[in-house]
């Protein structure tokens, strides 16, 4: 487990040496927390993070096994929590891109490879999109560590990898899975030009994920539509959405 501290501002030697002893004698007393990362963020936004990170005490990684991949992740990265869900998940998607003969599949959202991982054992090549920086080096590490020689890893947002030279094609096959607000318009519109055989959509708000379907629904099909209780007693569920290309 790894702990996380932000505050709004930078800390002179004597908050810093006070807070990592803090939490140096949270390590001790839990057992459980191998390490302890500070974040600055000095903006007023939506987003968790500032830029500066500094390690407090122990390790600012974590290694954990989802399924039979080894992945490292960081304080910032995204990673779902019912490990067991997503690995259901992930493996269903693996099952699926496999029963579509897939070889050139672009993944959108990648974060540390989680999906990535399960989509380079079925398919030729991978190409793995992740804008958050921290992200997408341990994206590359976790390939590496791996054996996923077949995926190729851009650190771009999905708008800015899908307007390029790199984001035209071909793709068979379009798996995106978009944080609770959705894909953006331009995100949709850049698979619409892609036109794949196959989109693989995986969400975590039933309503954005309708709304995104029903832009993409133009030349396409729901052939499959799954849900997944990965988070128990509450009321969200997690969708799995397949889209096929209609035959003319």
């Known amino acids: 487990m790894l702990a996380g501290t932000v505050v709004s501002r930078g800390l002179d030697r004597r908050e810093f040496g006070k807070l990592r002893d803090v939490h140096q004698k949270l390590m001790s007393r839990s057992g459980e927390i191998s390490g302890s ?6 903006t007023r936004d939506n987003f968790v993070w500032g ?3 500094r390690t407090l005490c122990g390790s600012k990684f974590l290694t954990t096994l989802l399924g039979e991949y080894e992945l490292g992740i960081d304080i910032s990265a995204f990673f779902q929590v019912n490990v067991p869900q997503a690995e259901r998940i992930f493996s269903r998607v693996r099952d699926i891109t496999l029963g579509f003969g897939s070889s050139e599949t672009l993944e959108l959202y990648s974060g540390v490879g989680s999906l990535s991982a399960y989509l380079a054992g079925v398919a030729e090549r ?4 992740e804008e958050w920086r921290p992200a997408a ?3 590359k590490e976790n390939m590496d560590r791996n054996g996923a020689g077949n995926v190729r890893v851009f650190e771009r947002s999905a708008e800015g990898f899908l307007s390029g030279e790199d984001g035209c ?12 607000t959705g894909a953006s318009e331009a995100v949709l519109k850049g698979v619409a030009r892609i036109a794949p055989k196959n989109i693989v959509y995986i969400s975590c708000d ?3 994920l309708a709304r995104d379907a029903a832009r993409l629904a133009d030349g396409y099909e729901i052939s499959l539509l799954e849900a997944y209780d990965m988070f128990p007693q509450t ?3 997690e969708s799995l959405c397949v889209l096929t290309k209609i035959r003319p």
Do not use: Q, W
Request: glycine letters at 2%; a negative charge.
């Open 37 to 42: 990362v500070l974040n600055i963020k000095e």
């Open 51 to 53: 830029p500066a990170f």
């Open 126 to 129: 991978v190409d793995a999109v």
């Open 137 to 139: 080096r341990l994206m």
């Open 169 to 180: 094609g071909p793709y068979d096959t379009v798996v995106l899975d978009p944080p609770r």
């Open 206 to 208: 039933p309503a954005t």
């Open 235 to 237: 009321s969200h569920v």
